[in-house]
């Protein structure tokens, strides 16, 4: 039986969303106010520009904030001008947002449809994605998946050598979660394999388990809760993953509060800050109230300071 003791540090925060970044080190700085530093401008890089333009296109510009790099927390999203609580941080139009119903509208909808039994919602994302990323320049997605990781460092990701370093408690978790993740590939052959007229290269060597396994942590780390109305046509798991770019550039830190849902009434997933960000600072979201296995395991980071982290501890 494990023991689950908690540390609490000097200052706290809450709320919640989801993601992971490419070029950072497992053990991250998250935000902390003590440590804020100016970043530095990157919205002048291509892929940012393509990004901007592909936006613009969705009806989409945004006016507060701007791509950049930070000392120690990599690349993320600075204020242009100072934050104020309950300002909205951002407000992204659905036509941005990649669902389940982007798929279903896509070339792969059809396939989708006649495949028994039905399909998950992830398993239609993933498909998505690794068909998308295939096609390349091609893709209409293409400036998205541009300023996506090409590796994560989600526990599931790395060598099995790594993984025995782990923690006790961490390690079983990243075993169990291997597991799930060779089964999900396993099972999903035979839908990729009904693929095969859209492709004229064998699927087998499109649909890889690298292939799905990046495309499980781009879902997995990055996309923002957003429950969908099930459907005939997939599984009867929830529907709830919604992948949002730009936004998905917005950094964890335990220390913030943020309102952040879909609003049905304006069709735009909308971010609201319950505290004050000044003008040139990294602006932050609250994955959840996790501690540092959580972080980890789910989004392949920790940071240094945790106002949740925790110590697991065998009893007797």
Known sequence: MMLRIILRPSS????SL????PEKPLWRRSGDAKELQAGMNESYKPEFIELKKWLKDRKFEDANLIPARFPGTGRGLMSKTSLQAGQMIISLPESC???TDTVIRSYLGAYIAK???PPSPLLALCAFLVSEKHAGNQSPWKPYLEVLPEAYTCPVCLEPEVVNLLPRPLKAKAREQRTHVREFFTSSRGFFSSLQPLFSQAVESIFSHSALLWAWCTVNTRAVYMKRPPRPCLSAEPDTYALAPYLDLLNHSPRVQVKAAFNEETRCYEIRTATSCRKHEEVFICYGPHDNHRLLLEYGFVPVRNPHACV????G
Do not use: F, K, N
């Open 12 to 15: 706290s925060g809450s709320r």
């Open 18 to 21: 989801g993601r992971c970044r």
């Open 97 to 99: 947002l990649l669902t």
């Open 115 to 117: 495949w028994q039994p």
């Open 312 to 315: 697991y501890v065998s009893e």
